[in-house]
C-alpha cells in the first residue's frame, strides 16, 4: 500500500509546473553530492549498518530533504531514488533484502512529497524569493517535522508489525537517534538554501556531513565493545559499570538494589559431548531465559563461561523484597530447568535438555552497601547452593560455607559445576 500510494502520487504530480533548466541542474547537483558522499563515507556507513540491528537514520537525508524544498515533486522523487538506490546497492547489499529497500525508498519519496507541498502551501513564492526570506524559514520547520513524522512513522510501523516483541527503542529508535534525525535535515535545509543562492557553496556541506558520519559511529561502536558476542548481553567490563552506577545511585538516593550470581551446573558436559557450537546455543538460549524473566531496566550481563549475573535496582532488603528476590531467583531456576533446546546437527536433529542453574543473591543494605560486597555475598550464596545440591537457590549472608578447593579471591565463580542428580544435561 505504501509504495502503490507513492507511485499514484509521483504519476500525479508529474505534470506539476515548475520544471526547469536550472531545477534539473540542482537535482543533479544534489544526486552527485549524494552519490559522492555514499562513496566517500561507504566504509563508515557499513561499520554503521554492521553493528546497529534496526537502523532509524539515514544520513543521506541531507540530499532528499534538501530537494524536497527546493524542487518539483517529480524531481525530488527522482533525487531520493538515485541517492538511496546507489547507497543501498554500496552499503546496504550485504543485509538488506530488495522489498525492504522498495519500501524505505517509498517512505522517503512520500515523505519528500509531503515537505514539498507543505513548502508550497506556507510559501509559494520560495523559489523566486527563496528560503531563508520571508515565510521560508517558517517553512522549512513545518517541512521538517512532516518529513520526518512521515518517514519514521512508517519504519516504526513496519518494525512494529514484523517484530516478535516490539520495545519502544526498537520501533521508535534511541533518542540520540532521533536528534541525529533532526540534525541531518537542519543541514538539508540549510543546504536547499545555499543551493538557492550559489550552487558551488553547497560543496562545503560535505566536510561537515563526513564528520557527523564518523560521529554516529560512537554510540554504535560503544555498545558493540559493551555487548557480549554470544548471548548479546553486557560483558563483564560494561556490566561492572554499570552497575556501579546503579549501586552509587542507591547509595545518593536512598534506593535499593539486589544482585544475582547464576551459574549453570555441569556445563562443561555440553560442551565435552556434544561440541562447542552445542554450547554457544545453550548460552544463548538460558541469556534469552534470563532476559525474558527480568524487567527492561535490569541488567543482566555475562562473567564468562557458564556464569551470569543480574542486577536488579529498586529491589530492597526488606523482607518483601527478600521474598521478591528469591521469587525472581527460582523463576529463572524452573525456566532454565525446563528448557530443551534443539539443533541441527550432521546426524539429525538434537535436543539439550535437563539443564539446571545454581543461583546465588545479595540486597543492598543488609548483605552490603557497595558492589563488591554484594559481589562476595552472592558468590558465597552461590556456592553454598552448589554444596546443598545444585539446582538451587541461596539468598544473602546466611548461606557462607567455606570456599571450594581452587578458589581465591572475592570474584564470581568460574569453576565447572555439578549438577544436583550427579548425572549431566541430556540430549535427545
Known amino acids: 500500500m505504501v509504495e502503490?500510494?507513492?507511485?499514484?502520487?509521483?504519476?500525479?504530480?508529474?505534470?506539476?509546473?515548475?520544471?526547469?533548466?536550472?531545477?534539473?541542474?540542482?537535482?543533479?547537483?544534489?544526486?552527485?553530492?549524494?552519490?559522492?558522499?555514499t562513496e566517500i563515507a561507504v566504509r563508515?556507513?557499513?561499520?554503521?549498518?554492521?553493528?546497529?540491528?534496526?537502523?532509524?537514520?539515514?544520513l543521506s537525508s541531507v540530499w532528499t530533504f534538501a530537494g524536497a524544498v527546493l524542487l518539483p515533486p517529480v524531481l525530488a522523487t527522482g533525487v531520493a531514488i538515485v541517492?538511496?538506490?546507489?547507497?543501498?546497492?554500496?552499503?546496504?547489499?550485504?543485509?538488506?533484502p530488495v522489498y525492504r529497500q522498495v519500501f524505505s525508498t517509498a517512505t522517503v519519496v512520500l515523505a519528500c512529497l509531503a515537505a514539498g507541498a507543505v513548502v508550497g502551501y506556507v510559501a509559494p513564492d520560495h523559489v523566486a524569493t527563496g528560503l531563508g526570506s520571508g515565510a521560508g524559514p517558517f517553512a522549512l520547520v513545518l517541512a521538517l517535522l512532516v518529513y520526518t513524522t512521515i518517514n519514521?512513522?512508517?519504519?516504526?510501523?513496519?518494525?512494529?508489525?514484523?517484530?516478535?516483541?516490539?520495545?519502544?527503542?526498537t520501533v521508535?529508535?534511541?533518542?540520540?537517534?532521533?536528534?541525529?534525525?533532526?540534525?541531518?535535515?537542519?543541514?538539508?535545509?540549510?543546504t536547499a538554501i545555499v543551493l538557492a543562492i550559489n550552487p558551488w557553496l553547497v560543496v562545503f556541506v560535505l566536510p561537515a556531513l563526513l564528520v557527523l558520519h564518523r560521529a554516529v559511529l560512537v554510540r554504535q561502536l560503544e555498545e558493540a565493545a559493551s555487548t557480549d558476542g554470544k548471548t548479546g548481553l553486557l560483558n563483564a567490563a560494561a556490566w561492572h559499570a554499570y552497575a556501579q552506577r546503579e549501586v552509587g545511585r542507591a547509595v545518593r538516593q536512598g534506593g535499593s538494589a539486589s544482585l544475582l550470581i547464576l551459574d549453570l551446573d555441569h556445563f562443561k558436559s555440553v560442551n565435552d559431548r556434544h561440541g562447542h557450537l552445542a554450547g554457544d546455543e545453550v548460552l544463548s538460549a538460558v541469556a534469552a531465559t534470563l532476559r525474558d524473566e527480568v524487567r527492561?531496566?535490569?541488567?543482566?550481563?555475562r562473567f564468562g563461561g557458564e556464569e551470569f549475573v543480574i542486577l536488579l535496582p529498586g529491589v530492597d532488603d526488606s523482607d518483601y523484597g527478600s521474598a521478591e528476590l528469591r521469587l525472581v531467583a527460582d523463576r529463572i531456576r524452573r525456566r532454565v530447568e525446563s528448557l530443551a533446546i534443539q539443533m541441527p546437527t550432521p546426524d539429525g536433529p538434537l535436543t539439550?535438555?535437563?539443564?539446571?542453574?545454581?543461583?546465588?543473591?545479595?540486597?543492598?543494605?543488609?548483605?552490603?552497601?557497595?558492589?563488591?560486597?554484594?559481589?562476595?555475598?552472592?558468590?558465597?550464596?552461590?556456592?553454598s547452593a552448589k554444596r546443598s545440591g545444585r539446582n538451587?537457590?541461596?539468598?544473602?549472608?546466611?548461606?557462607?560455607?567455606?570456599?571450594?578447593?581452587?578458589?581465591?579471591?572475592?570474584?564470581?565463580?568460574?569453576?565447572?559445576?555439578?549438577?544436583?542428580?550427579?548425572?549431566p544435561p541430556v540430549a535427545g
Open 4 to 37: 502503490l500510494t507513492a507511485l499514484a502520487l509521483v504519476v500525479l504530480s508529474a505534470t506539476a509546473p515548475g520544471l526547469s533548466t536550472g531545477r534539473l541542474l540542482d537535482a543533479g547537483t544534489l544526486m552527485l553530492l549524494g552519490v559522492l558522499h
Open 44 to 58: 563508515a556507513e557499513r561499520v554503521r549498518r554492521r553493528v546497529t540491528e534496526t537502523p532509524h537514520v539515514d
Open 83 to 96: 541517492v538511496f538506490t546507489h547507497l543501498w546497492w554500496r552499503a546496504w547489499r550485504p543485509r538488506v
Open 152 to 169: 519514521s512513522g512508517l519504519i516504526a510501523g513496519a518494525i512494529a508489525v514484523s517484530s516478535p516483541n516490539p520495545t519502544v527503542t
Open 172 to 190: 521508535l529508535g534511541h533518542w540520540d537517534e532521533n536528534a541525529l534525525e533532526l540534525a541531518t535535515l537542519c543541514l538539508g535545509g540549510l
Open 296 to 301: 527492561e531496566n535490569d541488567l543482566v550481563g
Open 352 to 383: 539439550i535438555s535437563g539443564l539446571t542453574v545454581s543461583i546465588g543473591g545479595a540486597a543492598y543494605g543488609t548483605d552490603g552497601t557497595d558492589l563488591t560486597r554484594l559481589m562476595e555475598t552472592a558468590d558465597s550464596a552461590l556456592y
Open 392 to 423: 538451587r537457590v541461596h539468598v544473602g549472608q546466611h548461606s557462607r560455607p567455606d570456599r571450594m578447593p581452587g578458589r581465591t579471591g572475592s570474584g564470581p565463580a568460574l569453576t565447572e559445576a555439578v549438577g544436583e542428580s550427579g548425572e
